[in-house]
């Protein structure tokens, strides 16, 4: 279990971190849930920067600067809608958190803060999206000294204690 992953229950608006992640969607102009609150949070010019950036596919990231948030940037990446587990969600809600990191570190963060993207309004059965969480994010850390702390930041106990277990079962 690497030292760096810390679960931990908060509004992710109100981080500190160098950057947070935003469970967007592929248009990256808005929507309810974290995206809501965190444009609210950030202000208007947070989409005006999201509307140069064409969008962005499933399981990838796109990163803007934070504007009114404390976070410095903000990760946007768009999570798999759950249809049964059987069209490459997995693969594509590691994608995300793998792309973010990789932004992250190339803008050099060192500390990045997750909501549980896919786990809202996506339908991502909560246990099985963290473990595929925790399983990107501890792989990226293996090779990536560089990143000092990633914070999974749950809104209900609910996910918190889903993220605790996998966690622990890594
Ligand atoms: N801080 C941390 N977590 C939060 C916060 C918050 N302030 N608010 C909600 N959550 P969701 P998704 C949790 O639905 O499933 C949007 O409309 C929430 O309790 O926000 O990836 C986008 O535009 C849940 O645990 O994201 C997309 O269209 C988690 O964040 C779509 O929803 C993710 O829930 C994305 O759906």
Do not use: Q
Not at 78 to 84: A, F, H
Not at 107 to 113: F, L, M, P, R, S
């Amino acid at each position: 279990m690497d030292k760096r992953i810390e679960i931990i229950s908060g509004d992710i608006t109100r981080s500190d971190a160098d950057a947070i992640a935003n469970a967007a969607n592929t248009s990256l102009l808005g929507g309810g849930g974290v995206d809501g609150a965190i444009h609210r949070a950030a202000g208007p010019e947070l989409l005006a920067e999201c509307r140069t950036l064409g969008g962005c596919e499933t399981g990838r990231a796109k990163i803007t600067k934070g504007y009114r948030l404390r976070a410095k940037y903000v990760l946007h990446t768009p999570g798999p809608v759950w249809s049964g587990g059987g069209h490459g969600e997995a693969e594509k809600l590691a994608g995300c958190y793998t792309s973010c990191l990789e932004l992250a570190s190339r803008y050099g963060c060192k500390t990045v803060d997750f909501p549980s993207i896919s786990t809202g309004v996506y339908g991502y059965p909560v246990d099985k999206a963290a473990r595929v969480a925790l399983g990107a994010i501890s792989a990226y850390l293996a090779g990536h000294p560089e990143i000092e702390r990633v914070r999974m930041v749950c809104f209900d106990e609910r996910t918190k204690r889903a993220y605790d277990e996998a966690l622990a079962g890594l």
